[in-house]
């Protein structure tokens, strides 16, 4: 995707995921159970507003219309760049 707002939300959620899933695994998670619920919440937030700008953007459409391989190949040739 060429999109930069795409590819911030998807840093963005990427990184939240990243913290839930450490907050999980944490030795405190069975003490705190509530900034583990606080985190998830955090994550699919920035997975919906992923979702919901994915919907309206004109580079993802491109991407979700030409199919999976040309997903691939288009983010294969962006990354040699």
């Known amino acids: 995707m060429d999109c930069p707002m ?4 998807e840093r963005a959620f990427e990184s939240r995921h990243r913290i839930y899933i450490a907050v999980r695994s944490a030795a405190y998670y069975r003490v705190s159970t509530e900034l583990a619920a606080y985190k998830n919440v955090d994550m699919e ?35 040699g760049q």
Do not use: I, M
Not at 6 to 9: A, E
Not at 49 to 71: F, I, M, T, W, Y
């Open 6 to 9: 795409c590819k911030d939300l």
């Open 45 to 79: 937030r920035a997975k919906s507003d992923l979702e919901e700008h994915q919907l309206v953007c004109v580079s993802a459409n491109k991407v979700r219309q030409s199919g999976p391989r040309a997903a691939l190949a288009a983010d294969k040739k962006t990354a």
